[in-house]
Structure formats: C-alpha cells, structure tokens
C-alpha cells in the first residue's frame, strides 16, 4: 500500500515512530525495575548478614575491654620483671651472690626508682623503705662532716 498523501504519510511515519519509543521505554522500564528489585535485595541480604549498628557497637566494646586487661596484665609483668632484673643487676649479674637488701633499695633508688615501686618491688612497707634511705643519708652526711 502506497500512500500518496503526504500528511497522512508523515502521520503514519510518526505513529511507527511512536510506537518504537513507547517499546523501547517499555522495555527500559521494565529492565529498570529488575535491576532496583536486585539492588532492594543485595541491601536486604547485606543487612541480613551484618549485624545491627548496636551490635556491632558491643563487640568492639568488649574487644576494647579484653584490650585494656591484656594491657593492664602485660604492664604488671613487665613491673615484675624490671624487679627480677634489679634484683639481678644488684647482684652484679650473677645469680650465686647474695646482695643484701639495703644494697638492693640503694641501687634501684640510685635508678630512679620511687620510694612507694621500690616498697612494692622488695614486698616492703613505703616508711622500712624511706628508713633505709634515710639512714643511708645519714651515714654519708656522719662520714663527709
């Protein structure tokens, strides 16, 4: 069929135009609602598999807890073995000699150490400590006065 009009043709053409648009949106559409539908269920399983904000809040409170024993337990160790080694150093390294007490306060103190670690470290009271000291004090201010 040949159409001899040209407005009905330009109709017609127009119309078969139309059409193709109207389909292709159609099936734009159609394949755009497919893909939100898998977007709404990637979300949906990714929430189901990750716990909620609050728990995942709570976990890392505990974890930030065992943190601070595992700190808090290392650090006491570490004080008791700096004693171990004082004690060590006071002997001059080697285990066998025996350095007494006094000599031991003495050369920790003479490190540095404070009065109230020293009485933890030897298992003694803060003032036997300060004693020990003090007479050590007196004894130099006796020889050199």
Known sequence: MVV??????????????????????GGFFVWLRRQRRSFDEELELR????????????????????????NTEMNERLKWMEGQLSALMAQGGRPGRKVPLHEQVYQAFDRGKPVTE????????????????????????????
Do not use: C
């Open 4 to 25: 001899d009009n040209p407005w009905l043709f330009t109709m017609l053409y127009l119309g078969g135009v139309l059409v193709m648009f109207a389909v292709l949106a």
């Open 47 to 70: 929430a189901a598999r990750e716990p909620e904000p609050e728990i995942q809040l709570k976990n890392l409170e505990n974890q930030i807890e065992k943190l601070i024993r595992v």
């Open 118 to 145: 020293l009485a933890r470290q030897f298992g003694r009271h803060k003032g036997e400590i300060e004693l020990m000291l003090n007479l050590r004090r007196m004894r130099r201010e006796g020889e050199s006065g």
